[in-house]
């Protein structure tokens, strides 16, 4: 079963524009992270926020983190049309911090 | 480039046959994560090694094993495949021997099921 839930499903914007992804779980975690799949390939890693932190920030991404909502937020700002991915939150439960759980992601298209 | 090796890129076979999958680790890392992402499953987690151990199991099917080998790289075997076992299958590796840390990626073998 999938621990996060992104919404939206799928996003399109304009290049240049802000893109906003939220990803909601369900128990409490360590830490939540956030990936990049371009089309049928590997994961990347974007960013690791630990439950004690509420933002952080990498370049042009910025995630914010609710515990008490068990909610994050995925900002990709001043988009380019290389940012055309699907992104995916992941956690690891305190009750079970071996595994990283992945929610369903949010394909995101930049149109030029 | 992650770093982390995946071979084959591509596999097609027949139902009930048995298939082999490979995965070599980025250079220093000792734990290995399989996946299975499909449309209808999404990404989910199979199995974790650390250092040569079973570390953790998620939904992987009892036709399915793994192991990890004293040079590290990791082979998942499935056998018996159903037409359902078509997928991408990931393999992941990090430094750390837990689940919370950052996991790098390999490039997936497509599986396809005829």
């Known amino acids: 079963s999938q621990q996060g839930e992104e919404d939206p499903q799928a996003l399109s914007i304009q290049e240049g524009e802000n893109a906003t992804m939220n990803c909601s779980y369900k128990?409490?975690?360590?830490?939540l992270q956030w990936y990049r799949q371009n089309s049928g390939r590997g994961l990347v890693h974007l960013i690791l926020?630990?439950?004690?932190?509420r933002e952080k920030h990498s370049g042009r991404l910025r995630v914010t983190l609710d515990t008490s909502k068990k909610s994050s937020s995925l900002l990709i700002t001043a988009s380019r049309a290389a940012d055309t991915a699907s992104y995916f939150c992941?956690?690891?439960?305190?009750?079970?911090?071996?595994?990283?759980?992945f929610g369903a992601g949010t394909t995101v298209t930049v149109r030029a | 480039d992650s770093g982390v090796t995946q071979t084959p890129k591509h596999l097609i076979t027949a139902t009930g046959q048995r298939v082999t999958l490979r995965c070599s680790p980025r250079?220093?890392?000792?734990?290995v994560y399989w996946y299975q992402q499909s449309l209808d499953q999404g990404l989910q987690f199979l199995i974790q090694y650390y250092n040569g151990e079973e570390r953790a199991k998620g939904n992987i099917l009892e036709r399915f094993s793994a192991q990890q080998f004293p040079d590290l790289h990791s082979e998942l075997n499935l056998s018996s495949l159903e037409l359902g076992d078509s997928a991408l299958y990931f393999c992941a590796s990090s430094v750390v021997g837990r689940g919370a840390g950052e996991q790098f990626f390999g490039p997936g073998t497509r599986l396809t099921v005829l």
């Open positions: 128990t409490s975690i360590n830490n």
């Open positions: 250079s220093g890392d000792l734990s």
């Open positions: 992941a956690t690891d439960a305190v009750s079970d911090d071996y595994k990283l759980s």
């Open positions: 926020i630990r439950s004690n932190e």
